[in-house]
């Protein structure tokens, strides 16, 4: 388990926010990022913080807000226009289950093929329907 450095979720949830409005200000220019929060509560690993997530549901349901937060920056990255996608991209098929193809199987489970999502409307820049 790791080291007791955070001490409770009121801790966690604290330290998160300060890390979270610490990517916010725009003298900093970084983007948050789970790597970047365990260095800033003080851990030298990421294995700290999923272990920190095991101390019980109070501690998993603020890691797991900060999770949610870090899918929602990388989507509004891709609602952006002019916005480079591919690391956002990339980070959500890595770290938050999306993918661009779907697995077509048959009634016995077989897979039969792939559909792959290349082009999304997203509603961005649309005139709004009369």
Do not use: W
């Amino acid at each position: 388990m790791a080291e007791a450095i955070i001490k409770s979720p009121e801790e966690l949830r604290e330290k998160i926010a300060l890390y979270v409005q610490e990517c916010k200000d725009p003298k900093n220019k970084r983007k948050p990022t789970q790597a970047g929060l365990t260095l800033a509560l003080g851990y030298s690993n990421v294995g700290c913080i999923r272990d920190l997530g095991r101390r019980g549901d109070d501690y998993k349901n603020e890691l797991s807000r900060f999770k949610l937060y870090l899918e929602d920056d990388r989507n509004q990255i891709l609602l952006t226009p002019g916005q480079p996608t591919v690391g956002a991209m990339f980070d959500l098929k890595c770290n938050h289950g999306y993918d661009d193809g779907r697995k077509l199987t048959d009634a016995d489970g077989k897979a039969i093929g792939i559909v792959y999502i290349t082009n999304i409307d997203r509603g961005i820049n649309k005139e709004p329907e009369k």
